[in-house]
């Protein structure tokens, strides 16, 4: 199902509700993202924010409201079950206009770091394997790993293997790529080789919404800093105002604790 929602953000989610069961993971959540923009999402453990990306990337269905990419909405209600073929087309066609970038890598550990980047452009899009393999190699330059293209995911560092799946999420040519926590799962000593490469992404225009813990990181780089709590989106706002003058007491909670 497709139809125009009439606002202008490349991303838009739209009222949305997400319950497991009795427990409420989104409420009334709205989120719009320009071309181009950087997000950040903050938030403590629980309160949200991965089950926001899944939903953004349509891994998770919402109860209510919707989800648009450049006007294409895709929505679910209770009630809407009959147009359920035509959504997973349309669900399908935008999921690969959508790259995520995971806390643990996920790798195919069976695969070379080529192969790796190489995958889903042949499998899911269809493309000439050897087209696409001149793109990876440029990719993984990009990355810093142009030496490491015949090496398997266990014989590189975390944050070698975080770049590979940046690379590889790249590898689609995505509209929006998702980040959740990518260096959360790091040695502190190999953070910073991982957030530049998200740096660069950002300053070359790529839009981004990145979840994560790094304050230092949404200061310098985003254009908006949302802040969750509870599965509801308390503030946000340009990233200087929400975190050096948060308004709401929750956000300032937060800050305190992990600035
Ligand atoms: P965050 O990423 O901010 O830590 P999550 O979106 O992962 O938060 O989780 C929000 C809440 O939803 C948590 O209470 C979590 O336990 C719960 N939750 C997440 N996924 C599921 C699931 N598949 N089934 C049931 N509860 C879930
Ligand atoms: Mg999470």
Redesign the pocket.
Known sequence: MSTTTGTRGLLEVHGVHKS??T?E??HDVDLTVQPGEVTVIL????????????VVNHL?KVDRGFVALDGDLIGYSRSGDTLRELKEKAVLAQRTQIGFVFQSFNLFPHLTVLENVVEAPVSAQGRKRSEVEVEARELLARVGLADKADARPRQLSGGQQQRVAIARALATKPRLLLF??PTSALDPELVGEVLDVIKALAHDGTTLVV?THEIGFAREVADTVVF?DS?RIVEQGPAAQVIDDPQHPRTKAFLDKVL
Not at 43 to 54: E, I, Q, V, Y
Request: hydrophobic share 30%; charged share 20%.
């Open positions: 497991y069961g427990l993971v989104l938030g403590p453990s629980g309160s949200g924010k991965s089950t926001l990306l899944r998770e959740d926590e979840v969750m599965g």
